[in-house]
């Protein structure tokens, strides 16, 4: 016997493997409130923020903003009207600053002096308008 693919049957429940689960109303999610994607998109946009502010901010561990991160990358990068800025981490004690780091979390050493005093590095979303050509 194969296993069923998931199909949703209505708004609020999911058919898996022969199994109905239902969901209260409120876990259904409407269009009034936005995502927490789009929320930690509005408030980078136009200002730089550390992952720890947006945490603070949001009342969501830190460690769930830091996943958000790459495909708020991603979905700004197809936008070409947006753009993604990242002011990268620093080490307190020597100044070395982490131009050439990919990673969108925060280091845990120093690779010069071993110090573990790095600042966070902070992310936003600059937005420009296009100019059309005719």
């Known amino acids: 016997m194969q296993p069923r693919s998931k199909q949703l049957t209505d708004g609020c429940s999911l058919l898996v493997q022969d199994t109905l689960l239902s969901y209260p109303n409120s876990v259904v999610m409407s269009d009034e409130q936005p995502t927490l994607r789009q929320q930690i998109m509005q408030r980078i946009t136009g200002t730089l923020c550390s992952a720890r502010e947006l945490s603070v901010e949001l009342k969501i561990p830190q460690m769930q903003v830091d996943g958000h ?63 059309r050509k005719l």
């Open 69 to 131: 991160l790459p495909h708020i990358l991603r979905s700004v990068s197809r936008d070409q009207s947006r753009r993604f800025v990242m002011e990268p981490s620093g080490c307190h004690e020597c100044g070395y600053e982490f131009l050439s780091r990919t990673r969108l979390t925060k280091p845990s050493r120093c690779p010069q002096c071993r110090g573990k005093k790095i600042s966070a590095p902070r992310y936003g979303i600059e937005c420009h308008e296009l100019t």
